[in-house]
């Protein structure tokens, strides 16, 4: 299918919900995933612009990994700026960032195979590796943490290990914030402290009992003990969202073909691996994977044999293959009516060194927004 398919399934949804709906998507492509960002703001707003005066109900259908969480702050505060109630459509994943979105709509419709997640921001930590000899290896090491896993660490140490005495609960408070850094552990406590006020006013939006909007908040960034947990539609009931399942409303299937046709787009479930994409050319994989054979006799002296394929090898040169055409669909905002894509075009290059290696590099030639001027594009 294409943008004109997937235009007339929206158009499915608005009249079964008697409301317009906007469709925000980042990919989750292996190799070119994307978040949630600002620069998407505008094309919201745009969407917004393109609704008019139809009704003050509106749905935003949402599958994304996360991101900035301020993004879902200012996108439901754009849409609370115009509309009464806001619901959010989930056909499949919305975690992190996206799950705060869902908290700031008065319902969440979810596909069976749908899923929410913690909020609770983590930190990326990144780090030269130094070899054994103390200088750097050129690689880079990163550590993935929250305020959360200090205080797991010291709960650990006390209660698993026995650790009680304070001198020792010290030294090894040191060392941890010695690993990871004082001023980053202050940043992810900071982090934890953004994703609960961010959830209780997001939740304050619709909710008028305050508490359990602090509950809701506080157990979507620490009740689940990994930042990657699939809260289901029960959890979710349970944590006390108005969760509606899309079957009841006749959207199951309509919200799944949206999801798996931006998929498709997306190509999701290919991996983005540029080499590979030199290999799927015919011309490309001829050039780079055939070398000449050289029978090297059997009863040479090992030292000879040696000489010869080092002589055979520096011979080989340098076979280069450039300029191959790339472009990734990162990020989409559609409906019916208007929609916006952020796309990365490129070049990928190949070599295959005399050593028979051969070293990928790609070269981005157009990153950024566009507004498709044909809506039937596919």
Request: net charge negative.
């Amino acid at each position: 299918m294409g943008f004109a398919e997937r235009a007339a399934l929206y158009s499915i949804i608005e009249e079964r919900r008697s409301r317009p709906v906007i469709a925000y998507v980042t990919s989750s492509r292996p190799g070119a995933q994307a978040q949630m960002a600002s620069d998407v703001i505008p094309h919201i707003a745009e969407q917004v612009l393109c609704i008019g005066d139809q009704g003050d109900a509106v749905d935003l259908l949402v599958v994304s990994n996360g991101g900035d969480p301020t993004v879902a702050w200012r996108t439901i505060s754009i849409l609370r700026e115009r509309f009464t109630t806001v619901g959010v459509l989930l056909p499949f994943s919305a975690y992190s960032a996206a799950t705060l979105l869902a908290l700031g709509a008065n319902e969440v419709v979810m596909h069976p195979f749908a899923n929410l997640g913690p909020v609770d921001i983590q930190l990326v930590q990144r780090r030269r590796v130094s070899g054994p000899d103390g200088h750097p290896t050129g690689e880079i090491e990163e550590t993935v943490f929250g305020s959360e896993d200090v205080r797991h660490f010291l709960e650990f140490l006390r209660n698993d290990v026995g650790i009680t005495d304070q001198v020792p609960l010290e030294r090894a408070f040191e060392l941890a914030i010695r690993d990871v850094g004082a001023i980053a552990v202050g940043s992810a406590k900071r982090g934890t402290n953004l994703a609960l006020s961010m959830g209780e006013k997001l939740l304050g939006l619709h909710m008028d009992d305050k508490n359990q909007a602090k509950a809701i908040a506080e157990s979507f960034n620490s009740a689940f003990f990994h930042h990657g947990y699939p809260v289901g539609r029960r959890e979710a009931a349970d944590a006390g969202l108005k969760v509606v399942k899309a079957e009841s409303l006749g959207l199951a299937d309509t919200l799944w073909a949206v999801w798996k046709d931006v998929a498709a787009e997306m190509q999701v479930d290919v991996p983005f691996d540029p080499l590979i994409e030199v290999m799927k050319d015919e011309e490309s994989r001829e050039r780079l994977t055939t070398v000449p054979t050289v029978d090297i006799p059997a009863d040479l002296p090992p030292g000879v044999a040696q000489q010869v394929y080092q002589s055979v090898v520096s011979q080989l040169g340098v076979t280069e293959r450039r300029g191959m055409d790339y472009e990734l669909l990162l990020v989409t905002v559609e409906s019916p009516r208007c929609r916006s894509e952020f796309r990365e075009t490129g070049k990928i290059n190949a070599v295959r060194l005399p050593g028979m290696n051969l070293q990928v590099t790609t070269i981005r030639t157009g990153v950024g927004w566009e507004a498709p001027a044909d809506a039937d594009k596919d």
